[in-house]
T-cell receptor, first 119, second 113 residues
């Protein structure tokens, strides 16, 4: 149980185009989803926290107009990289928390990640 | 703000040998600590977590970690490493009302026959 999927797993796009990445919780409902970015040989950096039905909370330094997050349902959050540039090339990972889990720091379930390459 | 230090970027051990991956954290209150493992091109899998109670925590795949408040450490151990343990390991500390988690830079484990 508690499986999170991401689609696509890999995407290559031209500079200036927009790319949408989907994050789905397959067998549970997620109140909160998180989007992370991971550069080669570096750690995961939290980009934003996404709550169903409300605006995402972005971390300092993350451009909300460039990285659009939509949490349309309890099982789906999307990250759209708008007007992508080569410096946006990275590994994007989402995670989700289970609805109704009252533990303050319960586990986040991670998706397999999406490798974005901008040419 | 919380932070995590993993001083070893890359570690090589022989199969069957014991393993210890170091993690030090900085946080003003009682930390919530995690160890995750990431295989190449994959997402993260939780190995174990510490919230409170017994400072020696048992996880999956034979891993354990010990929380030492006096040393601000949460080192990960395994008595006998298997080739399938080769991966990247991340220590993380959780804090804040919306469960923000800060990750260390990761330690890449290589296992040699």
């Amino acid at each position: 149980g508690a499986v999170v999927s991401q689609h696509p797993s890999r995407v290559i796009c031209k500079s200036g185009t927009s790319v949408k990445i989907e994050c789905r919780s397959l067998d549970f409902q997620a109140t909160t989803m998180f989007w992370y970015r991971q550069f080669p040989k570096q750690s995961l950096m939290l980009m934003a926290t996404s709550n169903e039905g409300s605006k995402a909370t972005y971390e300092q330094g993350v451009e909300k107009d460039k990285f659009l997050i939509n949490h349309a349902s309890l099982t789906l959050s999307t990250l759209t990289v708008t007007s992508a540039h080569p410096e946006d090339s990275s590994f994007y990972i989402c995670s989700a928390k289970i609805l109704g889990d009252k533990s303050s720091y319960n586990e986040q379930f991670f998706g397999p990640g999406t490798r974005l390459t901008v040419l | 703000a919380q932070s995590v230090t993993q001083p070893d970027i890359h570690i090589t051990v022989s199969e069957g040998a014991s393993l210890e991956l170091r993690c030090n954290y900085s946080y003003g209150a009682t930390p919530y600590l995690f160890w995750y493992v990431q295989s190449p091109g994959q997402g993260l899998q939780l190995l174990l977590k510490y919230f409170s109670g017994d400072t020696l925590v048992q996880g999956i795949k034979g891993f354990e970690a010990e929380f030492k408040r006096s040393q601000s450490s949460f080192n990960l151990r395994k008595p006998s490493v298997h080739w399938s343990d080769a991966a990247e390991y991340f220590c993380a500390v959780g804090a804040g009302g919306y469960q923000k988690v800060t990750f260390g830079i990761g330690t890449k484990l290589q296992v040699i026959p």
